[in-house]
């Protein structure tokens, strides 16, 4: 297997951008970092430094959670009509769209995905997202509630509730699908009225970035979004313990998830997390082979690996195991990797040489406990992060490439014998629990399982479908909370109960 070359010409917006030294967005205006500090933000595809962004840390944090707060509380956000708050996110949704080409070379520059996947999907999802958040800031209602109060007789009251936005939210978010995580935040939050505190991750700052400038050109009142960019351990920390935040929202890993929520408990904030996943895919033996294969192969591949509902442990029906396997093993030879910029490349490199030793350290552990590499199973080419499409075989449920998430292209296949509560108790058997998938032509089989699995969502038929209506989030360990769909609304809005003696 070899790297693919021939990268696109730059826009020269991008090369600009990249240029100058990025700063943190506060209150409406572009600030250093108060003490001055910057850090290097990599091409994962070569190792070398692109850009230099702001290296926000707690007195940063502390002075756009100020400005979050003034512009919640007085100004023009709460001012705004609910129908001028949708126009605003729908403009935003436009102006995403009419700078595609240069918000997805951004992403493919920083995360390392095909340029390809970046205007197809990220970028059109994160528009959409936004299209689909500006309808609901007009529909944010209570309800009327009839009362029967028994220690009242005769009384009549007039009671309602009402559904507030929760107030100021730090969003902390991963470096897996930078603009679109950017977007699932901050979306519902602005539809509600809240106002922001966003911290991106290390790795990929650069198109949430770009998104505040978008942000300002669409006319939000200053301070609504204010953009911390920085590490984990010192901004990310400073955010989740935040005295002057009332909810918490992040995505990343289960175990960062566990000290978010620790942090939170000082001042009980609000707290919905999106974790990690070891999600299963389950083919049975009446299954479409070809659209299995193809299927499975990108429930796997697909950001290379780097999904937290990466579809990583496949359960093959042992009559077609070979078959099935063989397909998938096929596929992942075939892939082209290279750097994300190449538009023949279908896999990028891992984001960060962190990520690439984890998941070679996984590919190590499998292999010398007794698995086998069907295909892939090492690096590839000696520069950049890259890693070849591995399929694994000869598991055993206890290993580490089993249990743990490993966010890499590697899937390991386990056959089984038949659809039965052995199997059911395979696919749940992790501490995870954020998505599945089923293949076979049996409705009945496949809704059965459905309800099996214990999963946020099970895609039958499909994998990776994610649409702005359709609340996406986690079972078990996998998180709280749901994203997108009416459901985020929940997570940004807190309901008033009003009761008046008439
Ligand atoms: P993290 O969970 O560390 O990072 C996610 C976000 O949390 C980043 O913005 C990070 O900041 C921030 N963060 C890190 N530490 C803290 C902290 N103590 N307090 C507050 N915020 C913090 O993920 P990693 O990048 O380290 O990836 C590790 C593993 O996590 C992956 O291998 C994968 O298994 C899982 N993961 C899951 C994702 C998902 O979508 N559910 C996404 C990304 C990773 P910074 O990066 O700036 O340090």
Redesign the pocket.
Known sequence: MSLATAEIRLDERVTKFVKERRKLLIGGQWVDAASGATFPVYNPATGEVIAHAAEGDKQDIDRAVQAARRAFESGGWPRLTPSERGRLVWKLGDLILEHLEELAQLESLDNGKPIGVARAADVPLAADLFHYMAGWATKIEGNTIPLSVPYAPGVKFHAYTLREPVGVVGQ?????FPLL?AAWKLGPALATGCTVVL?????TPLSALRLGELIQEAGFPDGVVNIIT????T???A??AHPGIDKVA????T???K??LQ?ATNDLKKVSL????KSPNVVLRDADLDLAISGTASAIFFNHG???CAGSRLFVHESIFDELVGGVADAAKKIKVGPGLDPNTQMGPMVSE??FN?VCGYLESGLSEGANAVAGGKRLGGEGYFVEPTVLVDTKPDMKVIQE???GPVVAAIPFKELDDDLVRAANDTVYGLAAGVWTKDIGKAHSLAGMLKAGTVWINCYNIFDAALPFGGYKQSGWGREMGHDVLDLYTQKKAVCMAL
């Not at 920085?230 to 351990?233: A, D, R, S, V, W």
């Not at 992040?250 to 890993?253: D, M």
Request: with cysteine; charged share 20%; aromatic share 10%.
């Open positions: 902390i978010i991963p470096w897996n995580m911290k991106p991750a290390e790795e920085g590490f984990g351990e901004a990310g920390a955010l989740a992040f995505t990343g890993s175990e960062v998830g000290l978010i942090a999106e974790l990690g996943g780097q999904c937290c962190i990520q984890r998430e490993i966010f």
